[in-house]
């Protein structure tokens, strides 16, 4: 369980989060080469077409003898709730600022968010592929904003990949495993879910207490429901089916 981290990319719309994703993908060698393409995460054809993320998505990345469990999360201000449901899964979440454009409203507003839960934030600004003549300043304004010295921010190109194992072995010092409460019963937080007509209801959880495995039953606090578990693992990105969940994971 020590070497879990699980965090996530939060960001204002069009700031360059999927195209980070992609990157992260890439250098674990999550998704092999010819199989990326560009914002891979975003499945639903409406994200596609508009270069943007509306459904948020997690997957579970190898490096360095770590488990890496990113949850990509939408930038779009009508999306704040999911966002929030997402933070609240992780120990951690990279800012991620367009260098061109700086900090913006929606920028504000997931800190905030990621403040509340207590997370440990850390601040990078994108696109310095391109020619940013007030870089400087931005660097300045981010680092005020997150209240750390200007050296902790660190300066990335989404698109080129320069600096992205930089952040992710950052990510890796940096954000505390999660904490394991496996004696204790049961409990999970179920951040988002999807209906598969095979599968059935995919629940994306976090468990928080306790483990999991095939055939358990469950039982839904908020509706009441009770159900049984036919299947459970991880998305790596396709669904691999794993025989228990444990507390701490995703």
């Known amino acids: 369980m020590n070497n879990i981290r699980n965090f996530g990319i939060i960001a204002h719309i069009d700031h360059g989060k999927s195209t980070l994703a992609d990157r992260f993908l890439e250098l674990t060698k999550t998704v ?3 199989k990326l393409v560009p914002q891979y995460l975003d499945r639903m054809d409406l994200e596609k077409e508009h270069g943007i993320t509306i459904k948020m998505q997690p997957v579970q990345m190898k490096y360095q003898d770590c488990i890496l469990n990113l949850i990509d999360t939408p930038g779009h201000v009508d999306f704040t709730y999911e966002v929030s449901r997402a933070l ?5 979440a990279v800012l991620l600022v367009d260098g061109t454009q700086g900090i913006q409203a929606q920028t504000l507003s997931n800190l905030a968010l990621a403040q509340q839960q207590g997370l440990k934030i850390i601040g990078a600004i994108n696109k310095i592929d391109i020619d940013i003549f007030d870089l400087d300043v931005k660097k300045k304004e981010l ?6 010295d200007e050296k902790e921010i660190v300066l990335l190109s989404a698109k080129t990949g320069e600096n992205v194992e930089f952040l ?3 990510i890796i010092s940096e954000i505390p495993s999660p904490k394991t409460k496996d004696e204790k019963p049961f409990r999970a937080l179920i951040f988002d879910s999807h209906y598969d ?7 994306y959880l976090r468990v928080v207490e306790g483990e999991i ?13 009770k159900g049984e578990v036919l299947d459970l693992g991880y998305f ?9 969940l444990k507390s701490g994971e995703i």
């Open 236 to 244: 790596a990105p396709q669904l691999e089916s794993k025989e228990k």
């Open 88 to 92: 609240a899964a992780v120990e951690g």
């Open 143 to 148: 680092a005020d904003l997150l209240k750390i």
């Open 213 to 225: 495995s095939k055939n358990d039953k469950l039982y839904f606090v908020a509706s009441q429901v």
């Open 32 to 34: 092999s080469e010819h």
């Open 197 to 203: 007509p095979y599968k059935g209801i995919i629940a």
């Open 168 to 170: 992710l072995q950052k």
